[in-house]
């Protein structure tokens, strides 16, 4: 499985636009870049995922280069909820029946009010 | 629809023991899948369901441990003689087929976990 690279950890300043980075220059053509987070004492999240193209939904964007090696998942205005471990996920969606989700250790987002 | 559930929250047993959790996926989910965090590090795969069938199970899954989805709805996470080494959060996750028109089949939507702790 292709793997990933992220920050063990960030801060952001509450409402302020945070860039979450994530390096993955092995990935395939298959492979569909997705993001999870984990609020404290919970199970994750799905955040958002994408494929080549820019996407927005209505917790966050995810640019992704254009050689696809690299992506960002953008927070537009963080709130103090948005504090958690962010996981940035590689997922070869017909590439077997499981689908299952392989984390590594994900980027510790601290807030600052 | 009040998505996935597992129970209990919190368990603490005494080394040997054997323990059962529960996972109630979100309702006509047929993929049904469980997972194991420990402090620190991201959640890692134990094994997958679809409707009732186990289709895999990682190596992390010992023979100690057993996983059912009876009728393909609930299912069941026993381990059985426990060890220290064991103490985690287990975390059940549950996704709709392919293509279903709510969603394309990429999410996982995840429980609250089931803390166990190995005295």
């Known amino acids: 499985d292709a793997k990933t690279t992220q920050p063990n950890s960030m801060e952001s300043n509450e409402e302020e636009p945070v860039h979450l980075p994530c390096n993955h220059s092995?990935?395939?053509?298959?492979?569909?870049i997705h993001w999870y987070r984990q609020l404290p004492s919970q199970g994750p999240e799905y955040v958002i995922h994408g494929l080549t193209s820019n996407v927005n939904n209505r917790m966050a964007s995810l640019a992704i280069a254009e050689d696809r090696k690299s992506s960002t998942l953008i927070l537009h205005r963080a709130t103090l909820r948005d504090a958690a471990v962010y996981y940035c996920?590689?997922?070869?969606?017909?590439?077997?029946?499981?689908?299952?989700?392989?984390f590594g250790t994900g980027t510790l987002l601290a807030v600052q009010p | 629809d009040t998505g996935v559930s597992q129970d209990p929250r919190h368990k603490i047993t005494k080394r040997g023991q054997n323990v059962t959790f529960r996972c109630d996926p979100i309702s006509e989910h047929n993929r049904l899948y469980w997972y194991r965090q420990t402090l620190g590090q991201g959640p890692e795969f134990l094994t997958y369901f679809q409707n009732e069938a186990q289709l895999e199970k990682s190596r992390l899954l010992s023979d100690r441990f057993s996983a059912e989805r009876p009728k393909g709805s609930f299912s069941t996470l026993e381990i059985q003689r426990t060890e220290q080494g064991d103490s985690a959060m287990y975390l059940c996750a549950s996704s709709p087929r392919v293509g279903d028109r709510t969603s394309p089949g990429y999410e996982q939507y995840f429980g609250p976990g089931t803390r166990l702790t190995v005295t």
């Open positions: 092995t990935i395939s053509g298959t492979d569909y």
């Open positions: 996920i590689l997922r070869a969606i017909y590439g077997g029946a499981t689908n299952k989700l392989i």
